[in-house]
């Protein structure tokens, strides 16, 4: 095998020292046995229902509080469960029960 030059080794020891902090990270065979997902599809299948669905309609304008308190709620809406403690969770809060 051929020596390599000073811009292979370079490149080499880039690619070792990304692999050496990223190890933990690339456990995929570990990762798909605990069934968490491994690539960015379920992050963006998530994101397309959750937010661009809702937000992209005809015809809507949103602030960013506005669509960031939206996508709050939607969030918590497509949630059951997180949807009823947060309302449990409010009740105890409000000014009302005090």
């Known amino acids: 095998m051929p020596a390599l030059n000073k811009t ?37 299948a998530a994101c397309k ?9 005809s015809g809507m ?3 960013i509080a506005a669509s960031d308190a939206l996508i709050s709620l939607r969030a918590l809406y497509l949630t059951t469960s997180r949807w009823d403690h947060f309302w449990q969770q409010h009740s105890r809060h409000s000014p009302s029960s005090l």
């Open 61 to 63: 304008r949103w602030s």
């Open 49 to 57: 229902t959750l937010i661009k669905q809702r937000i992209c309609q």
């Open 8 to 44: 292979q080794r370079e490149a080499l020891q880039t690619a070792e020292t990304y692999y050496r902090n990223h190890l933990g990270s690339m456990d995929y065979a570990g990762w798909q046995q605990k069934r968490q997902p491994i690539g960015s599809g379920v992050t963006e």
